[in-house]
């Protein structure tokens, strides 16, 4: 029985879960309000007046739950609470604050639910609330999916605006003044007669008031940072090496690990030797850990030189050893037996095909690691009473759980102090790090353990992107694409991420099709379908996620069937375009590069749109012939975002989500070969330099009432645009990735 027959009846059970969630985990569960998490061990001069705004003495802080791993996450948080509480961003500090359930993601609940709910409309509409709900009893807190502004643009705001009229409040209960009669300004109440009363100097008052709550939000006419540039709160620490991230990190009595895992992904031990590792200076313990071996030493250079001196036994890994044995897998996995998804089956395409001239070709997509320049790092202490964490993560609650397991605590007694992060891109929605410092640190109890992890380990034992196949049979007619069906096979993302968490993942999964089964083209025979391949190496959120894939294969093989229709690659997306804000990006792209047909001259233009995360993303990537091989010349890029927080750090965002998605796609790959990833550093595994890199203009377009991210969708369309710039001057076919194995670049 296919995978898709027994989707449907869990269709049901979403649906009836999503209709009555209040009934499935108890109306009180679903309606109640989480606690606030920053109430206890309060001073007397201490006030947190929500979860978000702690005021005492010294200042306001702003609590930014969701992680900052380069993408100006505190700051844009920090914005949006300023803007309501009226504090001057460059007077406030941030803190990411402790892993709490009323931090849970509202944004995370939208996609899931388009995916089980294609058709807008009120169904859309329960199945977000139904899956929402299910989201907030768990708690869920979470950053990914582009989800940050989403998820905090209103929250945040509001957050702001109750802290501010409950100062307001506390105000005119001291003075005696009627609070119509009080503003606020640069984080202080202001009296009619002009004085001011500084927020901190109500923080024991306040301490003892309810928040005002229901406060009417500021018209977008009196924002004073919204939509406005901002310079980020980081960006003179990062502008002049201060900025102290978790590998910086130091606690008092620490002692440095180092770790040796079986270089088989997946593979195990049987036994070890440390003979030479116990007789290096500066080792203290060599302790086992699981699938390996970590040494523990007075710091970490002693600690990873020892750890290679040890001689291990190791068990094969649980994947295929060759790439081809991986491909093959892929390839056997188009059958209905395989079939996980089919959200795509427009027109009648068996009859479309039936007696047409049919094109037809084969896409594939690599393995790719994260590799941030940051490598895994955690600090962890535990004793009898309980434990304290210091890392970088998006996951802090599943963080706190995994390390209450191993060292046999409850959650509540495990703290964790979030720490900035040097890069993810979804590296960090995985724990591992901890996992193994908490190991390590139960074998040495009291005292704090700093693991840091090489560059090799970091890279050789990554979760990577999944390896994706797809297959294209299409058709044309009358000068225009009448017919596609696209079969995508794929190893399932969120069991493989999910299962490390010991969390089931029930359903189709969404990403295996993600940036193709809805794209925004109204294809009159159109059938999209995902094919569940076997688990093969471990895989994991990758920047994008299934869209990074599936928008290359939507969009290259929609550009195969408009060359053969011989029309233009541009116009023709116009003319099957059937969203208003996708198609506003597309005429938005096409007026920013001047698109006019062929270039010629050995010059060659390509477009792609893709909606990933909610928003339309339409690129166009112009390149040269040379001498020297393919240069990259230009990139113009128009997303659709709702609401603009922050120009900057929109323009910053798209053009490093533009310049990381050409370097992987034109050199990135992870290979296997008995279970061992094949580049272990940046030598073998190279990524775009300064040179190489093309100019980027960027547009933030306005048009949508859904307030969208940005961090990830500039990454889907820019491979396939590139494909079909080399295309166009050089008349070559690119239909796997990295394209440097089949065309020389500059």
């Known amino acids: 029985m296919s995978r898709l027959r027994t989707f449907t009846r869990r269709a049901f059970v979403v649906g009836a879960v999503a209709v009555a969630g209040g009934v499935a985990f108890g109306t009180y569960m679903v309606r109640r309000s989480y606690p606030n998490p920053l109430k206890g061990g309060l001073g007397s001069d201490e006030a947190a007046l929500t979860p978000y705004v702690r005021i005492d003495t010294d200042g306001v802080t702003l ?27 460059a007077e406030v500090r941030v803190d990411p604050g402790p892993p709490a359930p009323v931090y849970w993601n509202t944004a995370l609940a939208a996609e ?11 169904l859309r509409d329960v199945a977000e609330d139904g899956i929402g709900a299910v989201m907030k009893v768990l708690g869920l807190q979470i950053t990914g999916g582009s989800t940050t502004v989403a998820d905090g643009f209103d929250k945040l705001r509001a957050a702001g605006a109750s802290a501010r009229e ?3 409040a506390a105000a005119a209960q001291r003075s005696g003044v009627d609070i119509a009669e009080l503003r606020t300004e640069s984080g202080a109440v202001i009296l009619p007669g002009g004085e001011r009363i500084p927020y901190p100097d109500l923080a024991a008052e306040v301490a003892e008031m309810e928040p005002v709550q229901d406060v009417p939000l500021r018209a977008p006419s009196d924002w004073r940072y919204i939509g406005k540039p901002m310079q980020r709160l980081d960006i003179v620490a990062k502008s002049t090496g201060t900025q102290t991230y978790g590998i910086d990190g130091a606690v008092d009595g620490m002692v440095h690990a180092a770790l040796l895992l079986n270089p088989a992904q997946g593979g195990g031990i049987n036994g070890y030797d440390a003979t030479d590792a116990l007789a290096m200076r500066g080792v ?31 068990t094969p890994a649980p994947m295929p050893a060759t790439m081809d044995a991986h491909w093959q897998a892929l390839s056997d996995a188009f059958t209905q037996d395989a079939l996980d998804s089919r959200k795509r ?16 070709a084969e896409y594939r997509a690599p393995y790719l690691v994260h590799a941030p320049l940051e490598p895994l790092n955690a600090i962890v202490r535990v004793d009898d009473a309980g434990a304290e964490v210091w890392t970088g993560t998006q996951i802090p609650r599943f963080v706190q759980q995994n390390v209450a397991r191993i060292a046999g605590l409850e959650p509540e007694d495990v703290t964790l102090h979030a720490q900035m992060m040097g890069g993810s891109f979804g590296h960090r929605l995985e724990d591992e790090v901890v996992k193994y410092a908490t190991e390590i640190a139960v074998q040495m109890k009291g005292t704090p353990v700093k ?35 696209l079969g995508i096979a794929s190893p399932s993302v969120m069991a493989s991420q999910l299962g490390r968490q010991n969390q089931p993942a029930p359903g189709p999964d969404s990403q295996i099709v993600a940036g193709a089964w809805d794209a925004p083209f109204a294809i009159p025979n159109l059938r999209v379908s995902g094919y569940r391949a076997p688990a ?29 229709a011989g029309a233009d690659p541009l116009e023709e997306r116009l003319r099957l375009c059937n969203d208003d804000l996708a198609r506003q990006a597309l005429e938005a792209v096409a007026e920013m590069s001047g698109w006019a047909g062929p270039l010629g001259n050995g010059k060659g233009r390509g477009v792609a749109l893709t909606r990933s995360f909610g928003v339309p993303c339409a690129e166009v990537v112009e390149v040269s012939v040379t001498d020297a091989g393919i240069v990259l010349d230009q990139v113009w890029v128009a997303a659709e975002v709702g609401t603009l927080v922050d120009p900057v750090n929109f323009e910053n965002l798209v053009q490093g989500g533009v310049i990381w998605a050409l370097g992987h796609a034109i050199m990135g790959e992870t290979t296997y070969e008995n279970g061992a990833a094949q580049q272990a550093n940046f030598d073998t595994f190279p990524s775009m330099r300064l040179y190489q890199s093309p100019r980027i203009e960027v547009r933030a377009l306005e048009n949508g009432s859904r307030v969208l991210g940005i961090g990830e969708p500039p990454v889907p369309p820019a491979a396939p645009a590139l494909a079909g710039a080399i295309f166009a001057a050089t008349g070559q076919r690119l239909r796997e990735m990295p394209f440097n194995r089949f065309v020389d670049f500059a």
């Open 451 to 485: 693991l840091t992890y090489s560059r090799e380990e970091d890279m050789l034992h990554d979760f990577p992107r999944q390896i994706a196949m797809a297959r294209m049979r299409g058709a044309v007619s009358g000068g225009q694409v009448t017919a596609m069906d």
């Open 284 to 314: 203290q313990a060599v302790v086992p850990i699981t699938g390996g071996v970590a040494v523990v030493a007075d710091n970490t250079w002693r600690a990873m030189r020892a750890a290679h001196s040890i001689k291990a036994d190791w």
């Open 112 to 122: 899931a639910a388009e995916f089980t709910v294609p058709a807008g409309g009120v």
């Open 536 to 564: 093969l190496a471990p895989i994991s959120s990758w920047r994008s996620v299934g869209a990074s894939s599936g928008g290359f294969f939507q969009n290259a093989a929609l550009d195969e069937l408009i060359h053969a």
């Open 345 to 360: 089956d427009d027109g009648d395409i068996d009859a479309a095909l039936d007696g047409a001239e049919v094109i037809e």
């Open 63 to 89: 609590i930014t739950p969701r992680a900052d791993k380069g993408q100006g996450a505190y700051h844009v948080q920090a914005a949006l609470l300023a803007e309501e509480l009226d504090v001057d961003l």
């Open 166 to 168: 409950t100062l307001k």
